[in-house]
Each structure stands twice: as C-alpha cells, then as structure tokens.
C-alpha cells in the first residue's frame, strides 16, 4: 500500500503578510530617526547633579591654591560619546566638573583644581582644603 503524505499550510491569523520594500524602508527611517532623537536627547541633558558635599567645592587655579592643603586626587570620568554621536565638549567639561565637585567634598577638600586635559571622556583634578 502507497501512502502520499500532504503538507498543510497552517491558517494562522497572525501570519504577516509579505511587506513591501517601501514599508520596510519607512519602518526602519522611523527607527534611525527615534535611535537618534534619543541620542540628542541624551547629549543636551546633564546626567551629573552635585552633591551636597560638592556644593562647598568650588573649581581654582594653582594660583588660587597657594597655601592650601592637598587632601587628594579626583580621577572623574563621563561618556563622551553616545553611539556614533559625539558629545558637546562644554557639556561634557560641565559633567566632569561637577564629578570633581562631589569628590573634592567627599575628600574633604574646598576647592577643585584641574591637573589634566580631558582624553576619552576622563579628567584628572587635584582636591585642595583651603
């Protein structure tokens, strides 16, 4: 005895239909546009609030510090890139100063005095009590 086996398609309602390369291509503009709203929307807003103990610090320069006493090394980092998209260099100074702020306090320090450039998102600052 021969016997034929039949594949059945299933009637499944939620099976897609085929979509058009159109569609395609304006669903995925619709993803790259709101990929990058938020990568915008990241880069303009501040992610580093001071603390209370960075409240009393404040940022100097090795002249301002002259007679002060060094209580430590601040060593602050922030993201300087979001996916492809580069960061403002002030917003970026700002989140790094705040950082130092809040360490510089914590330290035990008054006054916060910038030892390095900023590479990579990273910041050295010197933490002085005057």
Known sequence: MLTTHTALQPTNSLHTPQQTPQHTQHKRLAQVLMVGALALGACSSSWVQVTPEGQGVRVATTQDIAGCTRVGTANVNAVDNIGFVQRGAARLQEELISLARNEGGRLGGN??????????????FGAFRC
Do not use: A, C, D, F
């Open 111 to 124: 006054r916060v005095v910038p030892e390095s450039t900023i590479e990579n998102g990273r910041q050295t």
